[in-house]
């Protein structure tokens, strides 16, 4: 068994504006979902997220520089499942960042304000990706985890209520 530990942060950067766009639109404490987990490799942990125009992986002390962590949730998954994920992580790292995609979000955002349901005009998550549609696809990797939305149409809160009923051993 292996360890995977989704997580909830926000920017702590100088002026982090998208980042506090983000928690107004979504009223949450965080911004921002991302992936850590033990490289046994490299003997140190790592982050994997979409962040900075790329999905990208980084060192604790790189990522920790960047950002507040809000809350952590850690599951165990078996040898297949931490397998699959990390092939996951590879096979995307270097997509750019889904900016269409969070447009498209802020879009459906401003229709619910009209009483107006819509689901995300411009739905490009696998050629694209933002964090926490990131993040849900790399979950679904491991048995058992069925997301309860589209994937195109999932927002950070999506996936904290998604994390935050799981079960601790995923496999």
Do not use: R
Not at 48 to 57: G, I, K, R, W, Y
Not at 72 to 84: G, I, K, P, Q
């Amino acid at each position: 068994m292996k360890q995977i530990t989704i997580g909830f942060s926000k920017a702590c950067t100088t002026f982090p504006i998208f980042s506090w766009l983000i928690m107004l639109v979504q009223k949450t404490p965080y911004s921002h979902v991302y992936l850590k987990y033990q490289d046994e490799f490299l003997g140190q942990t790592m982050y994997f997220q979409a962040s900075h125009s790329l999905v990208n992986s980084m060192s604790a002390p790189v990522f920790l520089a960047q950002e507040t962590v809000y809350k952590e949730f850690t599951f165990n998954v078996s040898d297949a499942s931490f397998l699959a994920a990390l092939q996951f992580a590879a096979n995307q790292a270097g997509k750019p960042y889904g900016v269409l995609e969070i447009c498209g979000l802020a879009i459906a955002d401003f229709a619910l304000l009209f009483g107006i349901k819509i689901q995300n005009p411009f739905k490009d998550a696998g050629q694209t990706w933002i964090c926490d549609q990131l993040q849900a696809a790399l979950l679904s990797t491991c048995e058992n985890v069925q997301l309860p939305m589209p994937l195109n149409d999932m927002m950070p809160k999506d996936v904290y209520n998604l994390v935050s009923t799981l079960p601790q051993n995923l496999s």
